[in-house]
């Protein structure tokens, strides 16, 4: 008994989706030119396909999960269940005008001509604000259409914006705010959701340890207290006396989202030498 799982062929999230499933231990080989790859160490069989194509074929249960953006899942609108969000992919679907148009709210977009290759969440978002206005479906290139008289104004994926910026066009809306997730068929016996279990299991491990930071200092006993005290660990900090008498060494874990903000305190504290190592997995 194994899993298929599904992943982009090509494309932006077809590298990380790999690397995650190698971080979780898999042992996956790219397949640029092929359709599967069975892992070396886990009961799973990663299939590459079109991004569009993998909400059908979890729905269908000819994939058992799939790595996909949300933009795709909830685009698709297709019977799977998201079940893990993946911290890569990152990216927003956003409405932009001319940039020498002013907005003030969605009512500029009354009776406009929208291009874009998301029409239901568009055609959602219009709804939700009581617009009408057309939808011009394209598959590619969106951000050319209103320069060639396509259409007035887009609704296109956005990352950095420079795309945008350089065909005259400014954002005036989020839809969407979108990144890579686990997504699981509702098709599946208890063995093939244990199986799928056990991986998120690793991915959930994968993913903490990327968030944090295992770090090293070496304070003078008299500042240990204040040092502690600003320090969470896994449990409580690891405290070890240095060969130097008066001296300990602290070990602890910091999260990303604080970590600058800590070192300042702890330097302050009196913590010196600090070391900041990655963390390969992390089970709590
Ligand atoms: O061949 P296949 O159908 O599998 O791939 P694809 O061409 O449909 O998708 P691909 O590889 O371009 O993107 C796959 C997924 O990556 C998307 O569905 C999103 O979930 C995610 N993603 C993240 C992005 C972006 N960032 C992104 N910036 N997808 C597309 N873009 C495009 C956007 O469409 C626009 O053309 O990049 C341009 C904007 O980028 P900036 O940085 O200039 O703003
Ligand atoms: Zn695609």
């Known amino acids: 008994m194994s899993i298929k799982i599904a992943v982009q062929k090509s494309g932006r999230l077809n590298e990380d989706s790999i690397k995650l499933l190698n971080d979780c231990g898999l ?28 909400p059908q074929y979890v729905e269908d249960g000819v994939a058992h999960a799939g790595i996909v953006g949300e933009n795709v899942v909830f685009e698709k609108n297709k019977a799977v269940e998201v079940i893990e969000q993946l911290g890569f992919g990152k990216c927003r679907l956003s409405i932009a005008i001319d940039k ?14 929208i291009a874009t290759s998301y029409p239901f969440l568009t055609q959602q978002f219009l709804e939700k ?37 350089m065909n005259g066009l400014h954002e005036v809306e989020t839809i969407l705010n979108s990144q890579a997730v686990l997504i699981r068929s509702k098709t599946l ?67 990303e989202d604080e970590f600058w903000e800590k070192i300042e305190k702890l330097k302050a504290a009196g913590a010196e030498g600090i070391l900041v190592v990655p963390i390969e997995k992390m089970i709590v």
Not at 27 to 32: E, K, V
Not at 107 to 112: A, I, W
């Open 129 to 165: 604000k009581s617009i009408n206005a057309e939808i011009h479906e394209i598959s590619g290139s969106v951000e050319l259409a209103p320069g060639i008289g396509l259409a007035d104004v887009v609704c296109d994926l956005v990352s950095s914006g420079s795309t945008l910026f």
């Open 100 to 113: 020498n148009d002013q907005y003030e709210n969605a009512s500029f977009l009354h009776n406009k001509k």
């Open 189 to 255: 016996n208890q063995e093939q959701h244990d199986i799928l279990d056990q991986l998120l299991f690793r991915v959930r491990a994968v993913k903490r340890a990327k968030n944090n930071k295992y770090v090293l200092l070496n304070a003078p006993n008299e500042s240990l207290e204040k040092i502690i005290a600003l320090l969470p660990g896994m449990k409580s900090p690891t405290v070890l006396p240095l060969a130097e008498k008066g001296w300990s060494s602290v070990h602890t874990v910091l999260s």
């Open 27 to 54: 042992g996956i080989r790219n397949g640029h030119n092929q359709l599967k790859s069975n892992a070396d160490n886990f009961p799973v069989e990663v299939y590459f396909l079109r991004d569009d194509d993998i």
